[in-house]
Each structure stands twice: as C-alpha cells, then as structure tokens.
C-alpha cells in the first residue's frame, strides 16, 4: 500500500529563512503527491501537486517542490518564511484510479521573529 | 465559484447519539470524500461518493455511513457515537470521472466532540 513519510513533527525557523518540510513516499511507481496546508481551525487548502508533468513544482504562497525518484522524495521549500506561513502541512499520496488520499502525519511549521 | 460548505460547524453529542453531517460540494464537482481528522490518528480516508455510488471505503465500522444525493450533496452519519468519535470532519470534493487524480478541494470542516 502507498504511504507517505513527513519527518519531523515540528519545524521553527527564523522569519526570512528559508523553509524545507520533508516528505517521502512509498512506491515502485511514481504516484500523485500533493503538499497542503492548514490553519488553525480551517480545512486543507492545496499548496501544490506532481503529476509526472514536471519535476520541479511551483505552489502557491511561494512555495515549491522537487520530485526525486531517486530518493523517493517530495520535500516542500520556501527560500524566505514569513510570520503568516506558520500552519500544519501535510504531504498525501493519491493511488492510481482513485481521488482518495493517503496522508502523512504531518509538520507543524513555527516561524519566529 | 463558492467553495465545499459543510454544516453544522460544530456539534456537541453524547455517547449512543447518532449524527448526521451535511456537505455542499463546488458548483459541477461529482466527487465527495469524508475525512477525519484527530490528534492521534490524524487525517484518515472515510469513504469516497461519486454519481451517488461509493466508489472507495476506508478502514472504518460500520458505525460510519454516506450517501450522496442526484445533485452531489452528500451526507454522512455515524451512529452509536463513542468518546473516539470526538473529531473534524472533513469533507472534500473534485470533479470526478477522469483516469489522472483529481485535485480535492477541502471544507472548513465539521468539529463534533461526544461527551
């Protein structure tokens, strides 16, 4: 079964650094992968998603990530925080031949001033 | 476009109630799915409606139940609540019907705590 690693449950960073959430799937073949984000007390709102198109993805908000088959990652950057990207986000994989999503435990992202 | 409503917001019931909860999804999506989403267990797949049939089921009891409706509103309800139950629901709905995923767009979700 597909599944989807975030490690570290927390991150902090300083605002103006750059951000970098790590996420690994589990898969002999390349899935759909999908970084959302959310607020307190909100939904999920789509950060970005990989389809196979490109392997660099550009999101929302200034966000991005790379797939790299080689290491079955989809780590999610930022080059610069600022105070408003503080929120949990969460990488989820979708198997073939369904909307359904499979999420990662997700990472608490802090930005301090 | 209005985005994926759910109602209620909030929902206070008491162990052995059942519930049902409501989700309007976008204006020409067919797709609903449910997730729950608690502290311990985090977000986990409920069940999937697509053309009012469900088309994915997640590792639940029976307990938990959905329909949808001919315009793709879809309902779920849970019965003999349990303190486990306490959770946000989230609902989340995609066009439907293509080979390649679809992207899913969430509600703000429904908080039901059971006491």
């Known amino acids: 079964a597909q599944s989807v690693t975030q490690l570290g449950s927390h991150v902090s960073v300083s605002e103006g650094a750059l951000v970098l959430l790590r996420c690994n799937y589990s898969?002999?073949?390349?899935?759909?992968l999908f970084w959302y984000v959310q607020y307190p007390n909100q939904g999920l709102q789509l950060l970005l998603k990989?389809?196979?198109?490109?392997?660099l993805v550009k999101g929302i908000n200034g966000f991005e990530a790379e797939f790299k088959k080689s290491e079955t990652s989809f780590h999610l950057t930022k080059p610069s925080a600022h105070m408003s990207d503080a929120a949990e986000y969460f990488c989820?994989?979708?198997?073939?031949?369904?909307?359904?999503?499979?999420f990662g435990t997700g990472t608490r992202l802090q930005v301090f001033p | 476009k209005a985005g994926v409503t759910q109602t209620p917001r909030y929902l206070i019931k008491t162990r052995g109630q059942q519930v049902t909860l409501s989700c309007s999804p976008i204006?020409?999506?067919?797709?609903v799915s449910w997730y729950q989403q608690t502290p311990g267990q985090g977000l986990q797949f409920l069940f999937e409606?697509?053309?009012?049939?469900?088309?994915n089921k997640g590792n639940f009891p029976g307990r938990f139940s959905g329909r949808q409706f001919s315009n793709s509103r879809s309902e779920m309800n849970v019965s003999t609540l349990e303190l486990g139950d306490s959770a946000l629901y989230l609902c989340?709905?995609?066009?439907?019907?293509?080979?390649?995923?679809?992207?899913?767009?969430f509600g703000p979700g429904t908080r039901l705590t059971v006491l």
């Open positions: 409606y697509f053309s009012e049939t469900q088309r």
């Open positions: 204006s020409g999506h067919r797709s």
């Open positions: 989340a709905s995609s066009p439907g019907g293509t080979a390649d995923a679809d992207t899913q767009y």
């Open positions: 898969s002999s073949v390349p899935p759909y």
């Open positions: 989820a994989v979708t198997p073939y031949n369904t909307d359904k999503l499979i």
């Open positions: 990989y389809t196979s198109a490109a392997t």
